[in-house]
Nanobody, 117 residues
Framework: QVQLVETGGGLVQAGGALRLSCVASGLPFSNYAMGWFRQAPGKEREFVAAISRTGHNTYYADSAKGRFTVSRDNAKNTAFLQMNMLKSEDTAVYYC??????????WGQGTQVTVSS
């Protein structure tokens, strides 16, 4: 069945960088827009960034603009989130999401990102 697996999380100093990966299987990857969301303790899950099926269009939350870059490699069924200039408020579990139009959403298990100040 459909699986999304996030990797690349960890502990990083404020001002540092981290790159997250999301490997998808069991779906026609090129038919799905890919998104990144995050959830901090005691808070609701929030949108971070997304990329269209072809990779020609990207979207960012205001908190991510200028610091984060979303990309994808359709040949490898993988989406990426490059995070630079990290802040303590970026600390959260980061989730990968796959969506085809208004159809079902698929989610990964998440990867922990902790930014120390």
């Amino acid at each position: 069945q459909v699986q999304l697996v996030e990797t690349g999380g960890g502990l990083v100093q404020a001002g540092g960088a981290l790159r997250l990966s999301c490997v998808a299987s069991g779906l026609p990857f090129s038919n799905y827009a890919m998104g990144w969301f995050r959830q901090a303790p005691g808070k609701e899950r929030e949108f971070v960034a997304a990329i269209s099926r072809t990779g020609h269009n990207t979207y960012y939350a205001d908190s991510a603009k200028g610091r984060f870059t979303v990309s994808r490699d359709n040949a490898k069924n993988t989406a990426f989130l490059q995070m630079n200039m990290l802040k303590s408020e970026d600390t959260a579990v980061y989730y990968c999401n796959a969506r085809a139009g208004h159809s079902n959403d698929y989610w990964g298990q998440g990867t922990q990102v902790t930014v120390s100040s």
